[in-house]
């Protein structure tokens, strides 16, 4: 039940009328503990006609953080937001929504607290736009649970929320690899030189994609018998070569009679209905098509049963598309749009005669679902988990054709609790530098709302990239847990050795730089998990920096993310407990100067190869520090450590055996390291092993303790150990140790 004691102790629920279970938190609810929404700590509330409105005052240092998959700064302040699932491919600084929705805000100031908003429709939150002095949450419906999260800590507020709505979803270990993708490789033998280049370049990577070309006339589940005469084999013969494949799977099913899919869901009743009573039909890539009714059981097993043949043939990841859902247009709209055509020529011109055809409200409107009772449920009371929903339909086929093993999922659209069960990425962003500082400031949105496993399309989705931002945004790459490479039929190739020599040579060194840090970024990535802390975090020391970020507990990041830059200032901030407001001013105040006041030191590794050291020592402060383009500047925190191991072509091509230990020890470091199989579920039975590593200062000398924790089926094959120990004046010690 939910109980005090089951979380932490500073969360209250208020509920509204009769909510729908969503399944975006996994405790249950003690009916004892509810409390009504008109006592609601924190906001005013009104209710009416038009549903339920919160409003906050705001002081005027007061900080908004949150909402994750949203366009705008890392605080919200200033904007509006509306969280309702929308495909659309052009992300302007001003547009109210993306393809996600998740109600979960901070607000940081004097008082300090988190709320939840559980609820499956749309939401305006309008954070100081209208008001500057005022947050707004407006609920068009009076259903509806409210999660108050009442802590002065981020952290601790961070922590409670993930308590409630579940564990970061785990992805098998090769996913933290290079993946390659495009739209589109359309067959066998597109893929297989794609393959062939990289590793004859010796250029690592773990997966290539498969976007909509691989299907027989973009019918989902089919596969095109002329492009791929033998996938089972040509997907077992990749597999040797060290890469996964990823099919791509949109929910919509071709409109067409002997069609197996479109047959079975017909026959079954698995579609959407329209609000006439028919199959509620709407065009996407395979034209007129049918959606799954994903809120139904039946229709969720039957679709995760239609996986069957790629999982058999070795497959164990997909990414789903098009799931919010996406709309091009309906036989309606089509109707319109001819009746506006004849009359523009009967009449002239009309600028204001005809509107878009994609994505209109209407459409959504006519879409109707049903209940496992059989009961009817309008779509827009549950339209953010449709992408969810299908997550969850994908996991039934996952279940049953690889019981036990760990998969691999990207969801384009999400809500809370689908980032349990899967990674997302941001969509359709562009080749631009100003999505580039999207991508830092969303890692650490989403993160900070469960979503650990997340990450934009390198290079941009849309447009043209070049050379230097390419570089720019592989370097970036290395820290963002999904390092996808994915670009769009129409656009300049963006595979590493696109964009000449030079390019492909600092971009190859960059991602070996990656493949090295996996056992920092395994081990820290699980312990966030285990933890409930974000895994790429905001300077919580300095929260008005935006444009670096903490990589686990040992890394802060500070990308690049400027055209022409050869350099950028860097807030490196104490890690002393401090008001918020103090560390910014005294930081913003000290520019180019160390502050006077003692607090954590930091080692700049200006990082052009992983394994060539270019370090120097900053005491906390504001720098314009250098960094060449095929420099990287990568801060490691005062008394913490950094392993890293000789790179791969791909992960699971080798056992790790040696590791190298960068240290910048001043007192005391310590770094747990952590192994489990990477590819089944069993982690979550404690069958996993540690190696403790602790590093203590004395005298001019350093004393090196590690300590083993093995289960039988983990062994640590780990034999060698070569520490590099930075003081603090940064004069480095290195010693080798053979375990």
């Not at 659209?413 to 562009?430: K, L, V, Y």
Request: aromatic share 14%; charged share 25%.
């Amino acid at each position: 039940m939910f109980k005090r004691s089951a979380i932490l102790n500073f969360t209250t629920l208020y509920r509204l009328g009769r909510p729908f279970k969503t399944g975006m938190t996994t405790l249950p609810v003690d009916e004892e503990d509810l409390r009504p929404i008109d006592s609601i700590n924190k906001f005013d509330c009104t209710i009416d006609e038009n549903g339920l409105t919160l409003t906050h005052s705001l002081l005027p240092h007061d900080r908004v953080f949150g909402l994750g998959q949203t366009l705008g700064a890392l605080n919200k302040r200033g904007k509006v937001y509306r969280l309702y699932a929308t495909d659309d491919p052009v992300h302007t600084p001003d547009k109210e929504c993306l393809y996600g929705s998740h109600p979960f805000l901070i607000v940081e100031g004097a008082e300090t607290f988190g709320v939840f908003l559980d609820y499956p429709g749309e939401i305006i939150i309008d954070i100081g736009f209208t008001q500057d002095d005022l947050l707004c949450i407006q609920i068009g419906h009076s259903d509806v649970d409210i999660y108050v999260f009442d802590a002065q800590g981020i952290r601790d507020i961070v922590r409670e929320f993930l308590t409630l709505t579940g564990s970061p979803y785990v992805p098998p270990k090769w996913a933290f690899g290079y993946q390659q993708s495009r739209w589109s490789y359309p067959d066998e033998r597109s893929i297989v030189e794609i393959g062939k280049m990289f590793r004859q370049k010796g250029f690592p990577c773990d997966a290539i994609y498969m976007d909509i070309d691989y299907m027989d006339d973009y019918k989902v589940f089919t596969i095109n018998q002329q492009r791929f005469r033998d996938f089972e084999g040509f997907a077992a013969s990749m597999k040797r070569d060290g890469f996964r494949l990823v099919p791509i799977i949109d929910p919509a099913v071709k409109v067409e009679r002997g069609y197996g899919v479109c047959q079975e869901g017909v026959e079954n009743g698995y579609f959407c209905r329209s609000i006439d009573g028919g199959l509620f039909v709407a065009a996407v890539w395979p034209g007129f098509a049918y959606l799954p009714d994903f809120h139904n059981q039946d229709t969720r097993k039957w679709w995760g049963g239609l996986h069957k043949r790629f999982i058999e043939a070795g497959v164990e990841g997909f990414w789903n598309d098009m799931n919010e859902p996406s709309i091009f247009y309906t036989p309606n709209a089509v109707n319109e749009f001819y009746d506006t055509v004849q009359y523009m020529k009967q009449n002239g011109f009309d600028k204001d005669g005809s509107t878009p055809m994609s994505n209109r409200p209407e459409y959504f409107e006519d879409i109707v679902h049903t209940g496992d009772d059989g009961t009817p449920v309008p779509h827009n009371l549950i339209h953010n988990l449709y992408g969810f929903d299908m997550a969850r339909a994908t996991i039934e086929g996952f279940n049953e054709y690889m019981p036990g093993q760990r998969y691999f999922l990207l969801s384009r659209s999400s809500c809370t609790g689908t980032h349990r069960i899967a990674g997302i990425w941001t969509g359709d962003n562009m080749s631009w530098w100003e999505h580039l500082l999207s991508h830092i400031r969303m890692l650490m949105s989403l993160n900070m709302t469960g979503f650990f496993y997340c990450g934009a399309d390198i290079g941009g989705f849309g447009c043209n990239a070049y050379a230097e931002l390419m570089i720019r945004w592989m370097q970036l790459g290395v820290f963002s847990p999904l390092c996808r490479n994915h670009s769009a039929m129409g656009t300049r190739y963006q595979e590493p050795w696109a964009f000449g020599h030079r390019a492909f040579e600092i971009m190859r060194e960059v991602i070996r730089l990656r493949y090295a840090l996996l056992p920092y970024t395994y081990s820290e990535y699980m312990r966030c998990v285990r933890g409930l802390v974000p895994f790429i975090s905001p300077l919580f020391e300095a929260m008005d920096i935006e444009d670096q970020f903490m990589y686990g507990d040992s890394i802060m990041a500070a990308p690049i993310y400027q055209p022409n830059a050869r350099g950028r200032y860097v807030t490196l901030p104490s890690a002393r407990s401090v008001p918020p407001a103090t560390v910014v001013s005294e930081l913003i105040n000290c520019q180019g100067q160390a502050l006077e006041r003692q607090g954590t030191k930091w080692l700049l590794w200006r990082c052009s190869r992983y394994d060539v050291r270019d370090v120097e020592v900053y005491e906390p402060g504001v720098y314009y520090i250098g960094a060449e383009l095929g420099e990287m500047l990568i801060f490691i925190k005062e008394d913490t450590l950094v392993t890293l191991t000789q790179p791969v072509d791909y992960i699971d091509q080798a056992v790790c055996k040696s590791l190298t230990i960068i240290g910048f020890v001043t007192d005391k470091a310590t770094f747990t390291h952590y192994e489990d199989d990477g590819r089944t579920l069993k982690y979550r039975e404690g069958c996993f092993s540690t190696l403790d590593i602790v590093i203590e200062r004395d005298d001019d000398d350093y004393a090196i303790m590690l300590s083993r924790n093995e289960h039988p089926d983990v062994p640590i094959a780990i034999t060698e150990f070569m520490f590099e120990l930075y003081d603090a004046s940064g004069q480095k010690v290195c010693r080798h140790v053979v375990a």
